[in-house]
């Protein structure tokens, strides 16, 4: 059974930094496209940040030069690493791994920017 768990998210001031994990199981996680997605209180979740199996990148705009998105495939392991955090990146973040042609989804981790 396909599973996905995120950990690392929490309270940091603006201006700070978090590295969010997610580990998976019962997948094949090397040809898995894996993503970051958040939703944030009141809006629709959307995509922050995507790595193909092959380590290609992309980002939302929002993020780019903020947010890097790395993957470990002998732990299983996508990552999120979160610099330069402002107050709009509060959101509870979201792993989704894609692989062929179904989706699986973790619970979310809880992201808060705040002084």
């Known amino acids: 059974q396909a599973q996905l768990v995120e950990s690392g998210g929490g309270l940091v001031q603006p201006g700070g930094s978090l590295r969010l994990s997610c580990a998976a199981s019962?997948?094949?996680?090397?040809?898995?496209?894996m993503a970051w997605y958040r939703q944030a209180p009141g809006k629709q979740r959307e995509l922050v940040a995507h790595?193909?199996?092959?380590?290609?990148?992309t980002y939302v705009d929002s993020v780019k030069g903020r947010f890097t998105i790395s993957r470990d495939n002998a732990k299983n392991t996508v990552y999120l690493q979160m610099n330069s955090l402002k107050p709009e990146d509060t959101a509870v973040y979201y792993c989704?791994?894609?692989?062929?042609?179904?989706?699986?989804w973790g619970q979310g981790t809880r992201v808060t920017v705040s002084s």
């Open positions: 790595i193909t199996r092959g380590g290609t990148t």
């Open positions: 019962g997948i094949i996680f090397s040809i898995s496209g």
């Open positions: 989704r791994a894609t692989i062929l042609g179904s989706e699986y």
